[in-house]
């Protein structure tokens, strides 16, 4: 599976972006796909989760309420759609899958991360 995310760009404090993450290969549909972010020498962070059916979702704390996570399956797309950012929101974003241990942040594959950065 390769994973290709856009979307990222520079908005102000309060606005909305969309990241996409589109997948090659055919079994897209059987793998958990999500989101992390890394800042500059910090660690990875997970940000959001979802199922291979779309039905389960998970989120971090810091942007819960804020990030919505959706699948495409037919379109072996992934969004993150992000609202009322924040400046502390300005890092690389990155997509990645896995079958079974995304949420402890492990994923056989990433894809090649898009900034995004916040402006106040």
């Known amino acids: 599976v390769q994973l290709q995310a856009s979307g990222g760009g520079l908005v102000q404090a309060g606005g909305s972006l969309r990241l996409s993450c589109v997948a090659s290969?055919?079994?897209?549909?059987?793998?958990?796909m999500g989101w992390f972010r890394q800042a500059p020498v910090k660690e990875r962070e997970f940000v959001a989760a979802?199922?291979?059916?779309?039905?389960?979702?998970y989120y971090s704390d810091s942007v819960k309420g804020r990030f919505t996570i959706s699948r495409d399956n037919a379109e072996n797309t992934v969004y993150l759609q992000m609202n009322s950012l924040k400046p502390e929101d300005t890092v690389v974003y990155y997509c990645a899958a896995d079958k079974s241990q995304l949420l402890a942040g492990l994923a056989t594959y990433w894809g090649q991360g898009t900034q995004v950065t916040v402006s106040s």
């Open positions: 979802i199922s291979w059916s779309g039905g389960g979702t």
């Open positions: 290969g055919r079994t897209f549909s059987s793998y958990v």
